[in-house]
């Protein structure tokens, strides 16, 4: 089994900053990309950015030059720095991995459980 563990969310002023964290645990070989999801009430859940093992990371339009992600791959761990912070970034943000496990090699994209970002005006 795999886990993944997000904390870093919470209330900030508009123009602030969050940091993101989540990191993977459990029966884990190898990991390809790590990325971050969000999805706003009544809203579907939507890309926000995803970083490759090795390569460029990917950001929806809505956050380039705002936001960052980073991995630390010896400890299985994904980051994204949120800056300028807009209420319009307010959701709960999602990590998802691409994940071999060690027993039987089989892939699989697993799911933190959330955690919220909430922006105010």
């Known amino acids: 089994q795999v886990q993944l563990v997000e904390s870093g969310g919470g209330l900030v002023q508009a123009g602030g900053s969050l940091r993101l964290s989540c990191a993977a645990s459990?029966?884990?070989?190898?990991?390809?990309?790590m990325g971050w999801y969000r999805q706003a009430p009544g809203k579907q859940r939507e890309l926000v950015a995803v970083m490759p093992n090795s390569g460029r990371p990917t950001y929806a339009d809505s956050v380039k030059g705002r936001f960052t992600i980073s991995r630390d791959n010896a400890k299985n761990t994904v980051y994204l720095q949120m800056n300028s912070l807009k209420p319009e970034d307010t959701a709960v943000y999602y990590c998802?991995?691409?994940?071999?496990?060690?027993?039987?090699?089989?892939?699989?994209?697993?799911w933190g459980q959330g955690t919220q970002v909430t922006v105010s005006s």
């Open positions: 459990g029966s884990i070989f190898s990991i390809a990309a």
């Open positions: 998802e991995a691409s994940v071999q496990e060690r027993v039987g090699g089989n892939w699989g994209a697993y």
